[in-house]
């Protein structure tokens, strides 16, 4: 007998039929996810990046005057004219002059300019006068008091009062075309 439940253990074993399947909740594998779904969020995704690329486009691309009148136009096209090339400086020899006295003590200035151009051609004129240039400066500078030119306020002043007296021999007039500014390198009062 034991040769016989041998036998059929061994039968058993080779006909052995496949396990019942066990409950199908348990082991639940979630279907795929579709490919359209991925799709969706890239092209949202480029979207949403073309739009914020283009708005930031619009922002930083820089305003552009709305039609302006025929007389700003003609200034508008001078300035892009002017700032297209880069200004020319010369430098004026430092001035030292007594001041105006505001008490007993006597006080001095000595002070650096520097003439910013937008013309070059005027620096050859501001050569050719320059000792007109110096006499007016110098003439203009003794005749102030510390304290007129000790202030922000008095020292703008100062600087067109300066403009005005360096263009003078130049065009004879209260503006020369190409003077755009005189700037101070140095400025000590003592």
């Known amino acids: 007998m034991a040769t016989s439940a041998n036998k059929q253990s061994r039968t058993s074993a ?6 019942e399947p066990e409950s199908v909740d348990d082991d639940v594998a979630p279907p795929p996810k579709k490919k359209g779904s991925l799709l969706k969020i890239l092209l949202l995704a480029t979207l949403l ?7 930031a ?6 305003q552009e005057p709305a039609a302006p009148h025929k ?10 004219a002017v700032s297209d090339k880069p200004p020319a400086f010369v430098a004026l020899e430092p001035f030292t002059v007594n001041l105006q006295h505001d008490d007993a003590s006597a006080q001095y200035l000595q002070v650096g300019l520097s003439l910013k151009l937008t013309d070059d051609a005027l620096a050859e004129a501001i050569k050719l006068h320059m000792p007109e240039i110096r006499n007016r400066v110098l003439l203009l500078l003794s005749s102030k008091k510390a304290s007129e030119i000790s202030t922000l306020e008095g020292k703008k002043a100062l600087s067109a009062e300066l403009m005005h007296e ?14 755009d ?7 000590v009062i003592q």
């Open 71 to 80: 007389a700003g136009a003609a200034k508008t096209a001078k300035n892009k």
């Open 181 to 187: 500014s005189v700037l101070f390198t140095s400025f």
């Open 49 to 55: 990046l073309a739009v914020a690329g283009g708005g």
């Open 14 to 19: 080779k006909t052995k039929t496949p396990p």
């Open 57 to 62: 486009w619009y922002f930083l691309r820089g």
């Open 166 to 179: 360096i263009a003078q021999p130049l065009t004879g007039g209260a503006t020369a075309p190409g003077l």
